[in-house]
């Protein structure tokens, strides 16, 4: 059996290797990728369908679960429909005693295609994405362009009277909340600002012109307010050559206009970045302990402390601050500068494998 956040499934013959940004309280994962060069992350959203009550696999389990069993985008897609059919999703999606469960949207991707797809309890709808760009956020956007869907989904939606039967299916349109939660709607203004910023690189996208936009403030791509941070940020370049790596940039920070990003690549024998695990409690963690969440611990990975004393000290010596933050970020250039060399033919890729490891140890040592 496989122990994910709060339930226990049976596991699997074989899974891949995978590399994850996660809350650390949590078995599941925001985003990641695996050693097939498939992506997934994942978005909150609330709909018609109630969230069940009671504990299930959370959005973040399903994350995981698609890297670790999916081969493609495709693949993975399947994996999450078919795990939502058997244990349903629910339970609580923050270390709080406070309740808090959403549904999710999930955006996969691999080096040939990308689907989006949606949920509704154990329903769910998905739309493949086969050129241009596209964008997810806290609300659905999957409208009547639908590639696939669960077998009872309509039904269920002519049963609860959400729609006639008539005329063209509008997933978003029949399965969005009446009355949706205040973070749904400032979230409409994200999406649209994610959408326009993205737009305006169709067809010309490249890992620099992404960190950009995950760093754009005035969209709110970039969030430092209202009580909410943007936490970790990955950007991946999956080339569809297929002798040449996929490439995973990792922020394993807060704020990624105060963070830099970091190449991984995966290799047969790469070395553990332990400082940037969150450690481990075992079965005193709060999380595992009934009631759940009674209680904090201290989950902060070096690197983070690190970053946090560094941002810290921005605010109390700007000047010192400023001038570390941008020899990181030249660090960051540099890195970028050896992808692209290394994508061009210019360096072999296996001289790569411990550059996440080592881009680690430098930015630490540079904080302290």
């Not at 709808?125 to 696939?148: D, F, P």
Request: with cysteine; net charge negative; glycine share 8%.
């Amino acid at each position: 059996m496989l122990e994910c956040t709060f339930i226990q499934i049976p596991q699997v013959e074989q899974t891949h290797a995978v590399v994850l940004s996660k809350p650390a309280w949590m078995w599941g994962a925001e985003m990641g990728a695996n050693d097939q060069g498939v992506c997934i992350g994942n978005e909150a959203v609330w709909t018609r369908e109630p969230v069940a009550p009671g504990e299930a696999l959370l959005g973040m389990d399903l994350v995981r679960l698609g890297l670790e069993r999916g081969d493609s985008a495709r693949a993975a897609l399947t994996v999450i429909t078919d795990l939502l059919g058997q244990h349903g999703q629910g339970g609580q999606c923050r270390e709080d005693p406070e309740p808090f469960s959403y549904h999710n949207t999930f955006l996969l991707v691999d080096r040939h295609e990308a689907w989006v797809l949606e949920t509704a309890g154990r329903l769910w709808v998905a739309q493949k994405v086969s050129e241009g760009v596209k964008n997810i956020s806290n609300q659905l956007t999957i409208s009547t362009e639908i590639s696939a869907e669960h077998p009872e989904l309509r039904s269920v939606a002519q049963a609860q009277g959400w729609w006639d039967g008539q005329g063209e299916f509008n997933f978003s349109q029949t399965f969005s909340p009446e009355n949706p939660p205040a973070r749904m709607e400032l979230a409409k203004q994200r999406y649209k600002g994610g959408t326009a910023l993205i737009q305006q690189h169709n067809g010309s996208m490249t890992a620099e012109a992404m960190m950009s936009i995950l760093r754009d403030k005035p969209s709110g791509i970039c969030m430092d307010s209202g009580g909410f941070c943007t936490t970790g940020s990955m950007v991946s370049v999956l080339p569809r050559d297929m002798n040449l790596p996929c490439i995973h940039f990792f922020t394993a920070t807060p704020d990624p206009s105060r963070s830099i990003f970091k190449p991984f690549i995966f290799s047969d024998c790469p070395t553990r970045v332990l400082r940037v695990v969150s450690p481990q409690f075992g079965p005193d963690d709060p999380v595992r302990k009934q009631p759940r969440f009674q209680s904090r611990v201290d989950r902060r990975h070096d690197l983070y402390k690190a970053h946090q004393v560094a941002l810290s000290n921005m605010e109390s010596k700007p000047d010192e601050g400023l001038a570390v933050y941008d020899i990181l970020r030249d660090l960051e250039s540099q890195c970028l500068s050896e992808i692209s060399a290394m994508l061009n033919g210019e360096i072999p890729g296996d001289e790569l494998g411990d550059l996440f490891f080592d881009c680690v140890d430098t930015e630490i040592k540079f904080y302290q």
